[in-house]
């Protein structure tokens, strides 16, 4: 007798557990076998589950834990049967077939072969998960989307530091979505990652990269599905500590702001996390409980090194000495004007702390043999104290170039997140129902310090002994500033907020099982909430951008800006003159509901499709409708062929349609009357005539706004080609369709919320006055068709080649290559050349002056990515080495696009493209090989220690991974001349740090581990 545990198949897209669905046959002659009784026994299960066969054969389990489960069969007239080790996968179903043998035929041995899951042969979705194993054997960071960004083709760390999120097949990091145990923690105002925990506490972590079913949605890019790890009728546990010394972590390369003084050297001092996990029954198949923490901190010591310029020898223009005797000039380095000499006269030791502490607790609870309720629990609370900013994370590209008020202060940060799951069977486990209600809060402070009335950026070079006088002295014998800064920031913090962010939210979701059909459908609702307090220390914000306050044009060098709102008079200016900071709260209000089916037409074709409904009501600072979007609908289609009908293959392919779920970044900036007044300063630092008042007002939007998506279109194949050894290859093309940002038609006077391309001009009939000139059609009258804008673009075209060996034989491996591009003139949600996280209302499309060059390759275009990542266990070469593994990771990504970015005349820096996108070239190609070794020492029956080292980035790379993309700080117009180069752009003044690195890989560090588990 023959029983086979085949791969995932017809997934039915349970959030929160996976299911099991199989054919009992008669041995012989393969006939169906009815009324038999199947029994699923795990640890991870409370009590047993029972199924019968149909009359066909099938059985079907539903809403198991993931884990390993034996199944039991035992039928009239036929031998009792068990099948072990069979695997349950978060969101998948796993297909057993089995051969029963009557008992009217004589057998002396019965066997049962077992083999775990490989292949999702009846899903057309494509995703990534991290099981134990690999996290045992193979190197991994801390961070769960981290970790499986590692081994998820398709995928890719978005290249700005300040924003650092996972792309998924081209997609920004704000787009993507989070969901633990059923729960949707996504960032409520940017859509951000606020719930970055380690895999110790879960027992499945999946991305869903393309092609998943109606269930899941709001998110344009993946979805990180998590199910926390639940107790047990035994009691189980861990202690843990990993720790990264700063002493095993090589010298960090500086971040280097050319021709500048102030120097910043990061030394870590120790970067740890440790805790521990308990997991066990209150009431023995009744009541379990899990709890974990996992405390996390970094210490790092930050030199802020102050070093002056030097002038010991005579140089030509490319730094080749002359003479050996100074010129009057400042000395370069050999072949690099930009970068000139220094040496340090001071250091001051500044510290940097990170803390989090992380914290889950689940309890699971029988209320009878076919339903389950679970409340979970998931909290982050931490904070950041010294200095604030991370190395790269502000204009000045170190976080340090300033007043100590504006580099040192505190950030408060964290979530606290708690989620009622039900799941229950009825009608002779034919119908399963889920049940879930549960709340997101997100907390983010940074508290004001000042110190003077005005925080200003001076964006020119001037001497630091003009600011910190004797930090570096200005030797009157030279002829030119010795101890330069550009980019210098003073005035106390900067921009201060107080925010808090929730969301609750509820759902229903019921499954049928009708003959061979997984009929699902379900409704859920969300509302979400958005409270800030906001503003400048000093109440303003001032850029100097040249020495004189007007250029030889007129043009403003000199601007100060306040938060501000339109009143009859004049602007009203938040936060000065006596006037509250700005504040508001606002609101939206989603409904969903969606209705799918997979069915599997027999044991080779599966077909799964449906429709998926979204509806958005964003709401203004008054509890007012601001924008109402009834009808989003996403229609997805898949498709799976298993040519040998036993899960050994798979050929698959999916059509979709994906929508965006706004954030509240928009309720905030566009439907709560803040705006920016924007005045020229003159020498004197008073305002030069009347301000340029940007927004102040709710934005109006247009009137046939629809929703933001794209359309997405893989074909694929996998093929066990030996036990457990699986090829694949698969080709995905995805398209914006449409998108939602702020336009101004008129350069700045009205802002609308629209569909940029579509319904630009489709304005209510009160602003159409003012748009006459910019939406005139042809015979010179208002047209409400026109366009003003061209459409957003933003198209990805991929193809990967896979191969993945789940671990047996004392080895596993994971390895993928990625052929890809990412093209456009629209990023998505975050626009990473300038930095901006203001989903939906980014300056990408405010005015018609801001469009041009933009077309070319996006931020996050990599041409090539490649991913290898193993292990093995040395007992399978000597006996005497068992318990030792070895374990080894490459990853290998081509550069991303680089840019000649200017200043706009109203926006300011970097928001000029001067050139085409992606003119300037790209950053390096970058490698980076990480190795651990791990040694399991038994202690006692059901104890056992753990002792780990990992070396991450093996050989010390340390290449660019983000440079200075900013040509110059000057006011700058788009060279729209086709086939023009640099060469024939003219410049107030050239930006001596721009194609310098502003972010670096990590240096080689060792990570030392122990791990306790009973």
């Not at 003159?577 to 080779?604: C, I, K, M, R, Y």
Request: hydrophobic share 35%.
């Amino acid at each position: 007798m023959a029983a086979h545990a085949l791969d995932p198949g017809p997934a039915l897209a349970q959030r929160t557990g996976g299911s099991i669905r199989g054919r009992v046959l008669r041995a012989g002659d393969e006939a169906a076998v009815a009324d038999v009784v199947v029994y699923a026994v795990s640890p991870s299960l409370q009590g047993e589950q029972i199924a019968v066969t149909e009359s066909d054969g099938t059985f079907t389990f539903t809403l198991l834990p993931p884990g390993a489960y034996v199944l039991r069969f035992e039928g009239d007239g036929y031998r009792p049967a068990s099948v072990p080790d069979v695997e349950v996968r978060l969101g998948q179903t796993t297909p057993v077939r089995l051969g029963l043998v009557p008992t009217s035929i004589e057998a002396e041995e019965i066997v049962v072969q077992s083999e775990a899951p490989t292949i999702s042969r009846g899903s057309a979705q494509t995703s990534a998960s991290l099981d134990d194993d690999l996290l045992r054997i193979a190197p991994q960071p801390r961070r769960f989307s981290d970790a499986i960004e590692q081994v998820a083709p398709g995928t890719t760390v978005e290249p700005r530091g300040s924003a650092r999120g996972i792309s998924v097949l081209g997609a920004t990091g704000l787009e993507n979505a989070y969901i633990i145990d059923g729960l949707n923690v996504t960032g409520v105002g940017f859509g951000n990652e606020p719930v970055a925990l380690p895999p110790d506490f879960f027992e499945a972590i999946e991305l869903k990269i393309g092609g998943y079913m109606p269930e899941f949605g709001r998110s344009t890019g993946g979805i990180f599905n998590l199910s926390l790890r639940r107790g047990g009728n035994d009691f189980h546990g861990s202690v843990f500590g990993n720790f990264r010394p700063g002493f095993l972590q090589a010298d960090r390369l500086g971040v280097y702001r050319a021709g500048e003084s102030i120097l910043r050297q990061d030394s870590l001092l120790m970067d740890m996390d440790f805790g521990g996990s308990l997991g066990g029954p209150i009431i023995r198949d009744r009541l379990w409980f899990f709890v974990g923490f996992n405390p996390q901190m970094t210490f790092t010591d930050v030199h802020r090194i102050a070093q002056a310029r030097i002038d010991e020898v005579t140089q030509d223009e490319q730094g080749n000495v002359t003479a050996e005797t100074p010129d009057g000039l400042p000395d370069i380095a050999p072949g690099n004007p930009a970068d000139q000499r220094f040496r340090e006269v001071g250091r001051r030791t500044l510290g940097r702390e990170v803390i989090t502490y992380n914290v889950v607790g689940r309890l699971t609870f029988a209320l009878d043999a076919e339903s389950t309720l679970s409340l979970s629990y998931i909290g982050n609370p931490g904070s950041i104290s010294g200095v604030r900013r991370a190395v790269g994370e502000s204009r000045s590209a170190n976080g340090v170039s300033g007043s100590a008020d504006y580099y040192l202060g505190e950030r408060e940060v964290g979530t606290h997140n708690l989620v009622l799951n039900y799941q229950g069977h009825f009608l002779d486990r034919s119908l399963q129902v889920e049940a879930f209600a549960g709340m997101h809060t997100e907390r983010d402070v940074i508290r004001p310090r000042v110190d003077s009335a005005t925080f200003q950026n001076v964006g020119f070079e001037v001497s630091l002994d003009d600011y910190e006088p004797g930090a570096c002295p200005d030797d009157p014998s030279t002829p030119f500033v010795d101890c330069p800064v550009r980019d210098y920031i003073f005035g106390g913090t900067g921009s201060w907020f107080d925010e808090t962010t929730d969301r609750y939210t509820a759902g229903l979701r019921l499954t049928h099982l009708l003959a061979g059909h997984q009929i699902r459908y379900g409704v859920d609702v969300e509302y979400k909430r958005y409270a800030s307090t906001r503003g400048y220390s000093g109440g303003s914000f001032e850029q100097h951008f040249a020495a004189d306050p007007f250029d030889a044009e007129g043009g403003a060098n000199w601007q100060r800006q306040y938060y501000a709102r339109q009143d009859e008079g004049g602007p009203h200016l938040y936060g000065v003159d006596g006037n509250a900071p700005f504040s508001a709260v606002a609101s939206t209000v989603t409904l969903s509901a969606f209705l799918q089916d997979v069915w599997e037409v027999d044991e080779h074709l599966t077909v799964s499709g449906g429709l998926r409904w979204d509806y958005e009501m964003i709401m203004d600072s008054e509890g007012r409708p601001g924008i109402t979007i009834p009808d989003e609908i996403a229609p997805r289609l898949g498709v799976t062929v298993d040519p040998t009908g036993v899960g050994r293959s798979r050929i698959f392919a999916s059509y979709g349609w994906f929508y965006e779920s706004v954030p509240l970044d928009i309720n905030q900036r566009a439907f709560s009357a803040e705006g920016t007044a924007l005045y020229d300063i003159g020498a004197d630092g008073q305002p030069v005539g009347e301000p340029h008042v940007l927004g102040g007002a709710n934005a109006a939007t247009v009137n046939q706004l629809q929703g933001q998506y794209h359309s997405e279109i893989i074909l694929g194949a996998e093929y066990e080609l030996i036990p457990h050894l699986v090829v694949g290859a698969q080709a995905t093309y995805r398209n914006l369709e449409r998108a939602i940002e702020d336009i101004s038609p008129d350069d700045g006077q009205h802002y609308f919320i629209a569909n940029p391309g579509v319904n630009d001009c489709d304005v209510p009939e009160e602003y159409r006055e003012p748009l006459s000139a910019a939406c005139a059609g042809p015979d010179g009258s208002y047209d409400p068709t026109s366009t003003v804008f061209s459409s957003p673009v933003r198209r990805y075209y991929g193809v990967s080649f896979t191969l993945r060996k789940d671990f047996s034989d004392h080895w596993m491996m994971r390895a993928s290559y990625t052929l890809s591009r990412a093209e456009g003139n629209y990023t998505g949600l975050f626009a990473a050349d300038n930095g901006q996280a203001d989903p939906n209302i980014s300056s990408q499309y405010d005015l018609p002056s801001l469009v041009y060059n933009r077309m070319g390759p996006l931020p996050n275009d990599r041409t090539h990515v490649i991913r290898v990542s193993g292990g093995y266990e040395l007992g399978g070469l000597m006996p005497e080495l068992s318990g030792l593994t070895v374990g080894l990771q490459y990853i290998g990504r081509s550069g991303t696009p680089l840019s000649y970015l200017g200043r706009h005349e109203l926006y300011g820096r970097r928001e000029v493209f001067i050139l085409p996108r992606g003119a300037a070239g790209r950053t390096p190609f970058t490698h980076q090989v990480d190795m651990s070794v791990g040694y399991d020492i038994p202690l006692t029956q059901g104890m056992a220690l753990n002792l780990s080292a990992t070396v991450f980035n093996l050989f010390n790379f340390q290449e660019a991974t983000e440079l200075d993309q900013e040509y110059t700080t000057g006011v700058a117009q788009p060279n729209r001349t086709p086939g023009a180069s640099i060469d024939d752009v003219e410049v107030s003044s050239v930006n001596p740090t721009f194609g310098q690195a502003r972010l670096r890989q990590e240096p080689l560090r060792v990570q030392l581990s122990a791990r306790l588990t009973f």
